[in-house]
């Protein structure tokens, strides 16, 4: 939350966005690859992250459905031509998945490069995972795609 607050001051167009689900995630996905039987300090209260930067004097939207995205989108990308940071909270499932700690996002010159690290398939006996597509699939979740596809969907440019 300390960036909002250097957002704010300095005016930068940073649009922010916290997927937000109550649980520690990747504590919970840490103590799921160690088959604890009980997990132990995960659980969050519900914060509500948009009222909170908005508090901070920041336009937030909280977003909890899909449906929601594009036109979560279309205002942070206004505030962002406007000079001004903008937070999207995506309140999110506590489902692990797919392995997120295993997921990269580099951008450059205004292209998103996603890959998954090369290490997983040697640790979970996934040999013959290949794009970030075949990554997605092995979870079953198909439905998810790479961020630039979002971001074209909504007309984000980068």
């Avoid at 995205?69 to 205002?75: G, W, Y």
């Avoid at 090369?118 to 979870?139: Q, V």
Wanted: proline residues 3%; aromatic residues 12%; hydrophobic residues 40%.
């Amino acid at each position: 939350m300390q960036d909002l607050i250097t957002e704010k001051k300095y005016n930068l167009p940073i649009i922010n966005v916290v997927t937000s689900n109550k649980v520690l995630g990747f504590i919970k996905g840490e103590q799921d690859d160690v088959d604890m039987t009980e997990y132990s300090g995960i659980d969050l209260a519900d914060q509500d992250f948009a009222k909170i930067a908005e508090a901070m004097g920041i336009e937030g939207v909280t977003v909890r459905k899909t449906s929601d995205l594009k036109p979560a989108f279309d205002r942070a990308v206004a505030a962002s031509k406007a000079g001004k940071p903008f937070l999207i909270d995506a309140k999110i499932t506590d489902n692990r998945t797919f392995a997120t700690e295993s997921l990269y996002v580099n951008v450059h010159d205004g292209q998103v490069d996603e890959f998954f690290n090369p290490a997983f398939n040697s640790k979970h006996d996934a040999k013959k995972l290949k794009t970030l597509e075949d990554f997605f699939a092995y979870f079953g979740a198909q439905e998810l795609h790479p961020l630039a596809y979002f971001f074209k969907d909504a007309g984000v440019e980068l």
